[in-house]
């Protein structure tokens, strides 16, 4: 006689309940922004770019480089807390002035 363990069906594999649909709030995302730079030359603004954020392709970095030296402040990258203070951290480390604020 074939006795059935409770929770799998006669095939022996485990029965899995789905379990509810959670909604999932998302995390707030941040602007990594850069701030004009009178010191540094343009070239070394859009290679420092491209090495602290590495999704910036060479065009990218040079639309934020302009886009700070023509109006004081441009977008670097939207993205997670962590990520977004890393950045800053680093572009302040290589000399260039960055903040972070909320994307609203």
Do not use: W
């Amino acid at each position: 006689m074939a006795v059935e363990s409770p929770g799998r069906s006669p095939g022996g594999a485990a029965v899995m309940e789905k379990a509810p649909e959670r909604v999932r709030k998302k995390a707030p995302r941040y602007k990594v922004l850069l701030h004009n730079d009178p010191v540094n030359t343009m070239e070394y603004v859009v290679n420092t770019l491209r090495q602290v954020v590495p999704q910036l392709s060479e065009p990218d970095a040079l639309a934020v480089m302009l886009e700070a030296h023509n109006s004081g402040v441009g977008l670097v990258i939207v993205c997670d807390i962590e990520p977004a203070e890393f950045y800053c951290e680093t572009l302040k480390a290589k000399g260039l002035t960055s903040s972070i604020e909320p994307e609203s």
